[in-house]
């Protein structure tokens, strides 16, 4: 059972353009969201996170829109670069410190 | 402060083998985790451990899979008699105490023969 559903699997996006990463759950008990970007070879990096009292951050770049009632949080890439071109995986962490994954979103901007 | 370290980056076995995957975590962090990452998947939580102490394997598969990280030295994920299904990017993650961001290391790549 996967616990956090993300999508689209794939992403093609010009570069200048938004791109936007949606990821859901159901457990109720998750209380922090991280999103990591992964380069091929590489180990995933933390992009930027967010915890459920909060209904968005921004970081430079990168927001994360959190919707606590829908149980939906998502990543949008503002101003996206081909060096933006990587995989975005969202997560969630329970309360005993597990995190669990969604499947990834493969980035590729086009210059 | 150097990230954490795994190695080797690449492993090559043969059916039967065992294999042995090292993580040295960050400096000053105390708990590593274990995740298992097959093409075209995200990454799936196998092991949770403290130094010298298994917090929680309820990832890890029953059989062949163990785990340690003793007080001194690297955290070791062992696969006995490998199969070509455990062929997959294996990532070790740290983080100074519970509750805080993992920082990833650069994955080790098993292929089983």
């Known amino acids: 059972q996967q616990q956090v559903k993300q999508s689209p699997q794939s992403l093609i996006v010009q570069k200048g353009g938004i791109s936007i990463i949606n990821c859901a759950y159901e457990?109720?008990?998750?209380?922090?969201f991280p999103w990591y970007q992964q380069f091929p070879g590489k180990g995933p990096a933390l992009l930027i996170a967010?915890?459920?009292?909060?209904s968005e951050k921004k970081e430079g770049r990168f927001t994360i829109s959190f919707n606590k009632s829908a149980k939906q949080f998502s990543l949008h890439i503002m101003d996206s670069q081909p060096g933006d071109s990587a995989t975005y995986f969202c997560?969630?962490?329970?309360?005993?410190?597990?995190?669990?994954f969604g499947t990834g979103t493969s980035l590729t901007v086009i210059p | 402060n150097a990230g954490v370290m795994q190695n080797p980056r690449h492993l090559v076995r043969r059916r039967g083998q065992e294999a042995r995957l090292r993580c040295s975590p960050m400096?000053?962090?105390?708990?590593v985790y274990w995740y298992r990452q097959l093409p075209e998947e995200g990454l799936k939580f196998m092991v949770y451990?403290?130094?010298?102490?298994?917090?929680?394997e309820s990832g890890m598969p029953k059989e062949r899979f163990s785990a340690e990280f003793p007080k001194e030295g690297p955290s070791i994920l062992r696969i006995q008699q490998v199969v070509r299904g455990d062929s997959a990017a294996y990532f070790c993650?740290?983080?100074?105490?519970?509750?805080?961001?993992?920082?990833f290391g650069p994955g080790t790549r098993l292929t089983v023969l």
């Open positions: 997560a969630a962490r329970n309360t005993g410190n597990q995190f669990y």
């Open positions: 993650a740290s983080s100074p105490v519970t509750r805080r961001e993992q920082f």
């Open positions: 451990l403290q130094k010298e102490n298994i917090i929680d």
């Open positions: 457990n109720t008990a998750f209380d922090y």
């Open positions: 967010i915890r459920p009292d909060v």
């Open positions: 400096k000053g962090h105390s708990h």
